[in-house]
């Protein structure tokens, strides 16, 4: 375990780099990253499902980058995105591509089903933070919006 959140903070930070994160909070997105995959693999030991651990992974990954966001004077994207990347089910997809061209529909379906959750799961941890973090902030459509006078 310690292994694999080793080699998850440094492909965070390479995703930092590669996103032209600031090197003064490079580091802070590679230990969210490794957060967020500490949490996804140890949640299914309590008998969670990995959909569930994968919201779960996401949703702590998201209200870490909002708060250094704010702590650091950041965009949110600077954290959440290479902080969100060890969550991607990447190889998840290949292997629902490879099932279909290998003619097996029905595990190929099985496993895009699967992705698809995954990829909800994600999206749905960071719109929830999102929507914690802009309560009391005028509204909506009024988050991203200069004040008019």
Same mark, same amino acid.
């Given at each position: 375990?310690? +292994?694999? +959140?080793?080699? @998850?903070?440094? #492909?965070?930070? /390479?995703?930092?780099?590669?996103?032209?994160?600031?090197?003064?909070? *490079?580091? *802070?997105?590679?230990?969210? %990253? /490794?957060?967020?995959?500490?949490?996804?693999?140890? +949640?299914?030991?309590?008998?969670?499902?990995?959909?569930?651990?994968?919201?779960? #992974?996401?949703?702590? @990954?998201?209200? @870490? @980058?909002? +708060?250094?966001?704010?702590?650091?004077?950041?965009?949110?994207?600077?954290?959440?995105?290479?902080?969100?990347?060890? *969550?991607?089910?990447?190889?998840?997809?290949?292997?629902?591509?490879?099932?279909?061209?290998?003619?097996?529909?029905?595990?190929?379906?099985? *496993? %895009?089903?699967?992705?698809?959750?995954?990829?909800?799961?994600? /999206?749905? %941890?960071?719109?929830?933070?999102?929507?914690?973090?802009?309560? %009391?902030?005028?509204?909506?459509?009024?988050?991203?919006?200069?004040?008019?006078?």
């Amino acid at each position: 375990m310690v +292994l694999e +959140l080793i080699f @998850c903070f440094f #492909a965070t930070v /390479a995703f930092g780099v590669i996103f032209n994160v600031p090197k003064r909070i *490079l580091w *802070l997105g590679g230990v969210v %990253g /490794a957060l967020a995959w500490f949490i996804y693999s140890t +949640l299914p030991t309590f008998g969670m499902s990995d959909i569930f651990a994968t919201a779960v #992974a996401s949703l702590v @990954c998201a209200t @870490c @980058c909002h +708060l250094l966001a704010r702590k650091f004077r950041v965009p949110v994207t600077t954290f959440s995105i290479p902080g969100i990347i060890p *969550l991607v089910p990447g190889g998840r997809a290949y292997f629902t591509m490879l099932a279909f061209v290998d003619g097996d529909y029905i595990h190929g379906l099985q *496993l %895009g089903i699967e992705t698809m959750l995954r990829a909800g799961a994600i /999206a749905a %941890g960071l719109v929830f933070a999102l929507s914690i973090f802009s309560i %009391g902030k005028g509204g909506i459509g009024q988050r991203y919006e200069t004040r008019r006078s």
